[in-house]
């Protein structure tokens, strides 16, 4: 009597994560599209597929979608493939877009990129559309002149990706910082390189808390005719708790300091400080809704404050 045991074809990845024999080797060095026959002398009758029948050389495990993609990603780990090289991350690159107004700065549409480059490193790219028309060459300017920030840095994850330590470089390109060009006695026309932004943000968030500081110095790289340069330092600190994965709220504090006048009769001065709290919503694929308010603190500020934030991430 002839036992005759005929195998299904079986792609080689699957293959693999079926069956665990020796005897299996030879087979996966053929074609996967080849079935595998297994003779035995006995009828020919067929036998149906068991730990028993097979015997003890052999152990069965269901084929799932799981032991394949494993399969696939063992397959893929000892060829090498998907950067799995020194100095890789598999970590994909991010980009974040923000919607932004307050009352003193208007709105101010942002944007930022991450670019992976090591497991623990970014290179970060960003930028800020400034529309108040203040801060060009006045309320009667046409909108070809509005200052315009652009910058370049790092952000290093640290603590498992829980703290985000961001140092940037950026530029403007106005009149705020320079007070723009003179021509023909008039101040017309703004400057590119109008001045040069380094800023620090640190972000820290864990399934209970988050927080935030930014710290930044606009520094006036041009003038007019040496009487029209303004440097301000920024800064802002907030810390919250997630009271859901959607839900979260805080105090902020914010602070704007003019610390270089030379316009005549000029002087450096506070432009507002302030304090209050936030509210944020999150949803998943980075979707966010901030809003911010609070009253200023001391004198000669520029009165309540409140912003609104909303954001995107790709």
């Known amino acids: 009597m002839k036992t005759r045991f005929n195998l299904a074809v079986i792609p080689a990845i699957a293959a693999a994560s079926v069956f665990a024999s020796p005897a299996m080797a030879a087979a996966e060095a053929g074609s996967a599209d080849d079935a595998v026959v297994a003779e035995a002398s006995s009828s020919d009758d067929a036998v149906s597929f068991s730990s028993g029948a097979l015997g003890a050389d052999y152990t069965i495990a269901p084929v ?27 970590r994909s690159p ?21 670019i992976p480059v090591s497991d623990t490193m970014d ?58 060009e ?31 500081y930014y710290g930044g110095y606009y520094a006036a790289l041009r003038q007019r005719n040496g009487n029209a340069a303004l440097d301000f330092a920024h800064t802002w600190l907030n810390f919250g708790y997630k009271a859901t994965s959607n839900l979260s709220f805080g105090p902020h504090y914010e602070l704007l300091y003019n610390t270089r006048n030379t ?44 912003k609104m934030s909303v954001g995107m991430s790709f």
């Open 64 to 90: 799932t979608m799981q032991s394949v993609a494993k399969a696939d990603s063992i397959a893929l780990a000892q060829a090498g493939s998907g950067g799995g090289g020194a100095g890789s991350t598999s």
């Open 263 to 306: 316009y005549p009769g000029g002087e450096s001065a506070k432009t507002y400080e302030w304090l209050g709290g936030y509210l944020q919503f999150s949803l998943p694929k980075g979707f966010f809704a901030r809003f911010t308010g609070g009253s200023s603190l001391g004198d000669g500020d520029t009165g309540d404050f409140y």
């Open 182 to 212: 003179i021509v023909g006695g008039a101040t017309r026309g703004a400057r590119f390189l109008d001045g040069v932004v380094p800023s620090l943000t640190v972000n820290y968030s864990d399934a209970t808390f988050e927080a935030e």
């Open 123 to 180: 290179v970060s790219f960003y930028g800020t559309f400034w529309t108040k028309p203040a801060f060009g060459l006045g309320q009667g300017n046409t909108g070809d002149d509005l200052w315009t920030e652009f910058g370049v840095g790092v952000n290093f994850n640290l603590m498992d990706g829980k703290l985000k330590v961001k140092p940037q470089i950026g530029i403007t390109n106005g009149s705020l910082l320079s007070g723009g």
């Open 94 to 114: 991010t980009y974040t877009v923000t919607l932004n107004q307050d009352s003193f700065f208007g709105f101010n549409p942002s944007f930022n990129g991450l």
